[in-house]
């Protein structure tokens, strides 16, 4: 590991002063620390921002709730409000990782973690996210985990996070601070498809500062998060589903709301699914449409063609389960 | 170089220290308190698990500096006397281990995890207070890997020392 500085910042805007090129933010340390480890990170600086103060979780007066970037990942699943009013999120982030991570990470760190494609955490592979220009092995190589939709010649990798995933169906807003001052990121809108420079995974500017993650009242409607992975836990998504159903007392579908995990370089809003549910009758000819609406994007990889029918049925089944 | 502030199994430590040093190599290395394991260094395999202000962490994915200011307990700290732990006792009695090496940080993860409560990602009904049943264990513990594959003796020592089953003893007794 390259030598580098730590300073832990006080405040949001001590945290932004000390920002330079070749500083990283650090929180919960579960993936800067490890990829330091393995040389893919090389910052000159750290500055610490796992204890500043933007650790709670409030309500917002028109009902909805702000959660602070520096929750731990276990105070958010385990939050009596989350678990009653946004359960689709506490199961995301109680899906996620193990318990001892779950206690370090923080949910700033969890939305920019990083991809876990393989070549990209090793230095001695060629990878256009790692080193721009260089080319990309997974696409020959081994993808069988990888992107199915949005993704590009030069990147297929996807993205990790679940709690991300609930986050994008629930239309979060995520609020950040930087030294061209303060703006607030729509998701899905703060992660970026690969296009010719994966290398940036967001939208945000470098030194910009997540400080808190608001979510609008959560929509009426029952909800889930599942989870298809290669072994029961501790283990990071093939293909998940974040979704909401509501269906109206005639059998029509009210609201919808439908995000996939391990599919995309960024957590995928099903936006053609829902399209084609709400106003339709609930139904499994209505599930399997919606999720034929979604998939016709797929361009799936020799490897991973698997995730198509994997995400069909996923779509198809959990909404059977919202459904009462 | 840094300065670092910690307090480790109730003894207060100052250090001057290579920023890049985990909490693990640390304890290991510097405070040579070896008990805490390196299994793989990222996080994968919990034998390097302790507990941080009380939460259990893997401290190899921790940076000691980041630690400035905390209380660290680890296996050696957890007894806190010349006796054991309850948990460690249950371990004994269940045999829950054959090589020993993931046992210092299966043992600091059961006594972090029963501290915490709440739902899991199995948990049915998300508003209860589980029953904490072997599934219940068996998620909860997913960080920590065994690789002897003690873990049917493992979720036994936890359900004795959590209380929720009989003590082996007294199911012999019955038997
Ligand atoms: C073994 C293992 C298994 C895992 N399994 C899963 C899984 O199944 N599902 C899942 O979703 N995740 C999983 N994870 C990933 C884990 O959830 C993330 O590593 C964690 O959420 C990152 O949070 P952190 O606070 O530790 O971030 P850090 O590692 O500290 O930081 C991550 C990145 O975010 C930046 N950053 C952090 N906070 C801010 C902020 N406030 N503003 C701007 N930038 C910031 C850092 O600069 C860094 O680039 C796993 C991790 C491990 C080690
Ligand atoms: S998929 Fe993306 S991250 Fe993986 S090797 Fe290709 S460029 Fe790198
Ligand atoms: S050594 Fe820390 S989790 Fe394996
Ligand atoms: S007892 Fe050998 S690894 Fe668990």
């Known amino acids: 590991m390259r030598p580098f500085d730590y300073v832990r910042a006080g405040d949001g805007r001590q945290a932004v ?97 990083r991809t876990r494609c393989g070549y990209f955490q090793d230095v001695s592979k060629p990878c256009n996210k790692r080193a721009p220009g260089t080319g990309c092995p997974a696409i020959p190589g081994e993808h069988h985990n990888l992107a199915i939709v949005g993704h590009s010649d030069s ?39 690969p296009g010719t420079d994966p290398q940036r995974d967001t939208v945000l500017e470098p030194g910009e500062l997540i400080t808190t993650v608001e979510l609008p009242a959560p929509p009426v409607g029952r909800s889930t ?64 449409a919606a999720a034929d609406a979604e998939l016709a994007l797929a361009r799936p990889l020799p490897r991973n063609a698997y995730k198509v029918a994997l995400a069909r049925n996923l779509i198809t089944s959990t909404l059977r389960e919202l459904a009462p | ?96 281990f054959q090589c020993g090496y993931c046992t210092p940080g299966q043992l600091c993860s059961v006594v972090g995890m029963l501290d915490e409560g709440g739902p899991s990602a199995i948990t049915e009904d998300l508003s209860t207070e589980p029953v904490l049943d072997a599934a219940e264990i068996r998620e909860r513990m997913s960080g920590n890997l065994c690789r002897c594959g003690a873990y049917v003796n493992i979720v036994a020592a936890i359900e004795q020392a959590a209380g929720v089953a009989a003590p082996v003893a007294q199911a012999e007794a019955v038997r």
């Open chain 1, 17 to 113: 002063g000390l920002h330079e090129p070749g500083t990283m933010y650090l929180a919960g340390g579960t993936n800067l620390v490890d990829l330091m480890r393995l040389g893919v990170a090389e910052p000159d600086r750290l500055v610490d921002v796992g204890r500043l103060p933007y650790d709670r979780i409030e309500p917002v007066p028109d009902g909805g709730v702000r959660i602070g970037a520096t929750v731990r990942n276990s105070d958010l699943g385990a939050h009596p409000d989350i678990r009653r009013r946004y359960p689709m999120l506490a199961r995301a982030v109680l899906s996620g990782a193990s318990g001892q991570v779950r206690n370090m990470a923080t949910v700033g760190g969890n939305l920019l973690q």
């Open chain 1, 155 to 193: 990147c297929v990798a996807t993205h990790p996070s679940d709690m991300a995933v609930a986050l994008t169906a629930l239309d979060a807003r995520v609020h950040v601070t930087g030294t061209g001052g303060d703006r607030v990121v729509p998701m899905p809108g703060l992660h970026r498809l």
């Open chain 1, 225 to 288: 998060y599942r989870k298809v992975r290669e072994r029961a836990s501790f283990a990071f998504a093939l293909v998940s589903i974040a979704a909401l159903l509501d269906i109206d007392s005639d059998g029509i579908v009210r609201e919808c709301r439908l995000a996939l995990g391990g599919v995309a370089h960024v957590p995928w809003r099903a936006a053609r699914a829902e399209d084609a549910l709400i106003g339709s009758v609930a139904g499994e000819e209505a599930y399997a």
């Open chain 2, 1 to 96: 170089m840094a300065f670092l502030t910690v307090q480790v199994n109730d003894v207060e430590h100052h250090l001057d220290l290579d920023t890049r040093t985990s909490l693990l190599d640390l304890l290991r290395e510097r405070l040579r308190l070896t008990g805490s394991k390196k299994g793989c260094d990222h996080g994968q395999c919990g034998s390097c698990t302790v507990l941080v202000d009380g939460r259990r962490v893997n401290s190899c994915l921790l940076l000691a500096v980041a630690c400035d200011g905390s209380q660290v307990t680890t296996v050696e700290g957890l007894a806190g006397g010349d006796g054991l732990h309850p948990v460690q006792e249950a371990f004994i009695e269940q045999d829950a």
